[in-house]
């Protein structure tokens, strides 16, 4: 029942939305699709104001993780995520975390079609993606296009919370599922 009710609400919610808001603009004599229009122009400005910004940040990714220096990364933090519980499989996935979405989901998704979604691995992976989030995409494309240039604090945060995260999904899971 209530399993039913929640699928029929999220089915419908944008649709609500997106006929709510139109409606409420209208009531309250706002000039709707002038607005609209004058939001998309700005959103397309940003957009191709952050481009710079993303291919930076991508060619970075690439530049990080073809020269190997990934790689030596994992291996140099491996002793200690071993002590704490974590699986070899899902360090990649907790160094690319923090640097791209895509590249950490395609990750977490090969690490759950290869040992499965109900495996120790799968489920950290899984929490992983959860409870961490990329900083610095955050940081390049929410920072640069609002141009905040200096975010020193701001990526010392986002790394904090990242690590937190990583040890509390290894800790959580062994925990529950180990």
């Avoid at 995409?137 to 945060?157: D, E, M, N, P």
Wanted: net charge neutral.
């Amino acid at each position: 029942m209530l399993l039913a009710m929640l699928d029929t609400v999220s089915r419908w919610a944008i649709p609500f939305l997106l006929l709510t808001i139109p409606i409420y603009g209208f009531l309250k004599r706002l000039p709707v699709y002038e607005t609209f229009v004058e939001g998309a122009e700005e959103g397309f400005y940003t957009a191709v104001k952050i481009i710079p910004f993303l291919v930076g940040m991508l060619v970075a990714i690439s530049v990080f993780r073809a020269s190997g220096a990934m790689d030596y990364a994992i291996q140099a933090i491996m002793p200690l995520m071993q002590k704490l519980g974590a699986p070899a499989e899902v360090m990649p996935l907790a160094m690319m975390r923090p640097l791209s979405g895509s590249g950490a989901l395609g990750l977490a998704t090969e690490l759950i079609k290869i040992y499965g979604p109900d495996s120790l691995i799968g489920r950290m992976a899984s929490v992983m993606q959860g409870t961490t989030d990329t900083t610095f995409f955050v940081l390049t494309v929410y920072f640069g296009s609002v141009g905040i240039k200096r975010y020193r604090y701001a990526l010392l945060t986002g790394l904090s919370a990242d690590i937190t995260g990583l040890i509390a999904s290894i800790y959580v899971c062994n925990l529950l599922f180990h």
